[in-house]
């Protein structure tokens, strides 16, 4: 079957399936269920209104269900067992993990990349969100800027290849620092340390166009009133920006920062593509893919970690943001 017939005929049963389901539950709940007649119809119509929800959220929490919860119960579960999956081996796993050795490794340089990734990007997205507003080519600057979000993690991190790459012909660092006078080519990503600042890079070029685009829509959203009142204070236009616009839009900030820093938690592909994960760049999706094969409930072990790391900061990002809606 062509591809183009697939989709249509995806997007026929997906959308007919969709009003079967709410039009078939509707009227057995109305009909069947909590029939609108008789002595109790007053009491009938107000179960089956209690019921209705759960009848639209069924299909949602149904998937969720599927394709979340059950595969965080049962990676948790499979961590428990031996590399066969049938000796039940309880915490050694975590024990092993820390244990220090390369989870150590990967765990300081994910929380390196949580603090360094995140506050890069928004940064830099308030400060193009600002500038490109002030210009007459705004547009055209916020195109380009955004363009990096629709290449892939793994393409751009072939493109950053290139940058890297230690030839002075081909790679721009290595060609910048021949035009210096330093003919030696050096190789960014076998630096130690400093080689994950040049991987962490690649994320901030492609997030930066995100943090920009939800920025400067924050930043039109600040009433002219109290930016009049700073100019007629007297205030700089760093004062104007720092001091008047950015707690203005703070919680969008705070709410950018996050987004970037679940992100970041879960990044594999430039690492996995740039290094492998060799010159002590490994994070903890990395790590854990190296023991995806080989040994599934040390893996599972690993991705549990990473679950519970990545929580405090999306219950975090959660009470902001029912606080911000009270």
Do not use: H
């Not at 590399?83 to 340089?109: E, S, V």
């Amino acid at each position: 079957m062509p591809v183009v017939l697939q989709g249509i005929m995806t997007i026929l049963v997906g959308v007919g399936g969709c009003v079967g389901y709410f039009y078939a539950s509707n009227m057995i709940l109305d009909r069947v269920i909590f029939p609108a007649r008789g002595a109790n119809i007053g009491r009938n119509i107000n179960r089956a209104n209690a019921v209705r929800p759960w009848l639209f959220m069924f299909p949602a929490i149904f998937v969720l269900s599927l394709y979340l919860v059950y595969p965080v119960v049962g990676s948790a579960w499979r961590s428990l067992y031996g590399r066969d999956g049938q000796d039940f081996i309880g915490l050694a796993y975590y024990a092993q993990l820390f244990d220090g050795g390369d989870f150590t490794t990967a765990f300081l340089n994910n929380l390196l990349w949580v603090i360094f990734v995140p506050a890069a990007s928004t940064f830099m997205g308030l400060v193009a969100a600002q500038l490109t507003d002030k210009l007459s080519w705004g547009n055209f600057a916020k195109a380009m800027i955004f363009m990096p979000m629709a290449i892939s993690f793994v393409g751009a991190s072939l493109i950053w290849k290139f940058v890297y790459a230690n030839d002075a012909d081909i790679g721009l660092i290595n060609a910048i620092r021949a035009g210096l006078g330093w003919t030696d080519p050096v190789d960014v990503l076998q630096i130690p340390f400093w080689n994950n600042f040049f991987l962490m890079v690649i994320l901030v070029w492609i997030q930066t166009g995100f943090a920009m685009v939800i920025l400067s829509a924050a930043l039109r959203g600040i009433p002219e009133e109290t930016i009049e009142a700073a100019i007629l204070d007297g205030a700089n236009p760093f004062q104007l920006f720092f001091r008047v616009k950015v707690p203005q839009i703070m919680p969008t900030i705070v709410v950018v920062w996050t987004t970037i820093t679940v992100l970041v938690l879960k990044v594999f592909d430039i690492v996995y593509t740039m290094t492998g994960g060799n010159f002590d760049t490994e994070i903890l999706p990395s790590y854990m893919m190296d023991y995806f094969v080989t040994s599934k409930g040390f893996a599972s072990a690993i991705a549990v970690v990473i679950m519970i790391t990545v929580l405090p900061v999306m219950l975090w990002n959660i009470r902001e943001a029912r606080r911000e809606m009270r």
